[in-house]
């Protein structure tokens, strides 16, 4: 394989003057006449959505044919589980994505669609009741002759799903997603929706393998890997330690999280004034051109978390340095805007560049906000959100506030008074309350005794 050619993306969009996909072929057995056929696979990606596999099997022998699509999405670090409160027709047009591995519950009704029955899908709240209802009548007049009793209990709740339909009384939908891609459209955006929340959490062990993850195989691998290096050390005499490690820019294989194709991350150890080590790592994809960074406590979870409050009053507090980390929440309270935890990732950049990326995030990365998908009235509320933004971006607006918020105590914002106090500035270190462990993994994790159950 050539330079080039190990550079193209795994995952590309077709063109409609596209003649030549690239296209894996792959013989394989049917399973209808017990000989070989071929499988044909296409490896491509909805834009603004996700990468999918296609694929079509073919038998010359029997005539078999069969067609399937797959997804292809990266699996992301966390799950996510959302919850919206639907009180009003209008609540029913708000877009889902909805994944593979998603679990959809209403517990008013106590209704379940479990992982991995149905496709990943883009549609509605309402789009999900009608596609249940219609999947529970498709077999009524075969039920109403062979089981009356079970085709009568059925018809009783695709009425309750009809009348929920209609949103005669208010309920609660719920997607639990531990592959971390399902989504649900917030209609105030740009601010805070107060029927929606989003709560990211660490996966237990049988939601690892529901994805694909197999910790137990991966921790061998690591195990292996560890000894071949702890080997090559003791015959090349190296010997690594954090000193050299500040000092040097470490280099790794991955995938361009944009495109997959192969790339390369660099990594680097480095220590703010007056806060603590961290890791930065920085990725440049040669392929699509993709760009990315993000940053990493190098020191765990502190005991306390911290909230952190800055009056803007000077277009000099834009250039402040700043540590977002992936477990910090940032909100400003005179635009009532918020953005959750890991909607940014680890960041250290500039107060500026950090609201810069916020904006880019919100409207050129989010077509269901800004795209062709998005409502006029939606599209005037972010152009005004946007002036607004703009206005503190470009040092115009004073007063307002930056509030960030990480319940695991690594994020940092410059004081450039320091060591002195900054009268702009307020730092609040709080106890962590049980949602805020729950959702850092640590109600799960047992730190004593935990030898004798190995």
């Known amino acids: 394989m050539s330079v080039e050619e190990h550079k193209k993306p795994v995952f590309r969009e077709l063109q409609a003057d596209d ?29 603004f ?34 919850r919206v409160t639907v009180t009003s027709p209008i609540d029913l047009n708000r877009q889902v994505i909805k994944s593979d591995y998603a679990t959809v519950k209403i517990p008013e009704i106590d209704f379940e669609v479990p992982p991995q029955s149905k496709r990943g899908e883009i549609t509605n709240i309402e789009g999900i009741l009608s596609r249940c209802i219609a999947g529970l009548e498709q ?6 002759t062979l089981d009356p009793e079970s085709a009568e ?24 997603d531990p592959s971390g891609n399902s989504f649900v459209e917030n209609l105030n955006a740009p601010h805070v929706d107060p029927a929606l929340t989003i709560t990211h959490f660490e996966r ?10 197999y910790e137990e195989e991966l921790k061998e691998i690591k195990e292996e890997e560890e000894e071949e290096e702890e080997e090559t050390d003791a015959v090349t005499g190296d010997d690594v330690t954090p000193d050299t490690l500040a000092d040097e820019v470490l280099h790794f294989g991955t995938n361009c999280p944009s495109c997959n194709a192969p790339c390369e991350t660099n990594m680097k150890l480095t220590s703010i004034p007056f806060f603590k080590e961290v890791i930065i790592m920085a990725t440049n994809c040669e392929a699509c051109g993709h760009r990315t960074n993000e940053v990493k406590s190098g020191s765990g979870i502190n005991e306390k978390g911290v909230k952190i409050t800055l009056r803007i009053t000077d277009p000099i507090d834009l250039s402040r340095d700043v540590l977002k980390s ?24 500039t107060l500026e ?17 800004c795209g062709d998908s998005a409502t006029l009235a939606l599209k005037e509320k972010m152009q005004e959100f946007n002036e607004k933004l703009d206005n503190i971006i470009s040092g115009k607006t004073f007063g307002c506030r930056i509030v960030l918020d990480d319940p695991a105590g ?12 900054d009268p702009e500035m307020e730092i609040a270190y709080y106890q962590r309350t049980f949602e805020h462990n729950e959702e850092l993994g640590l109600n799960d994790m047992k730190l004593e005794d935990y030898e004798e159950n190995e």
């Open 153 to 176: 209990k059925i018809e009783a709740f695709i009425q309750v799903l009809i009348d929920t339909k209609k949103c005669e009384k208010p309920f609660t939908l719920i997607i639990d």
């Open 353 to 369: 560049g950090l609201l810069v990326a916020m904006k880019d995030q919100l409207t050129g990365q989010n077509p269901l906000m």
């Open 19 to 47: 003649h030549d996909p690239e296209i894996t072929e792959i013989s394989s057995l049917c399973f209808n006449c017990g000989k070989d056929g071929m499988t044909k696979l296409l490896l491509t990606k909805i834009p």
């Open 410 to 421: 690594n994020s940092y914002l410059q004081n450039v008074y320091a060591p002195e106090a």
């Open 139 to 144: 077999d009524q007049p075969v039920r109403r």
């Open 326 to 349: 992936e477990t910090c929440s940032m909100s400003i309270p005179e635009l009532d805007f918020e953005v959750g935890a890991g909607t940014l990732g680890g960041k250290f950049t």
């Open 204 to 213: 237990n062990k049988e939601q690892d393998h529901l994805v694909g993850i």
């Open 49 to 82: 959505y996700k990468e999918i596999i296609l694929m079509s099997f073919e038998c010359d022998h029997c005539g078999c044919k069969n067609n399937e699509v797959q997804s292809g999405e990266k699996i992301q670090e966390k799950g996510v589980l959302i």
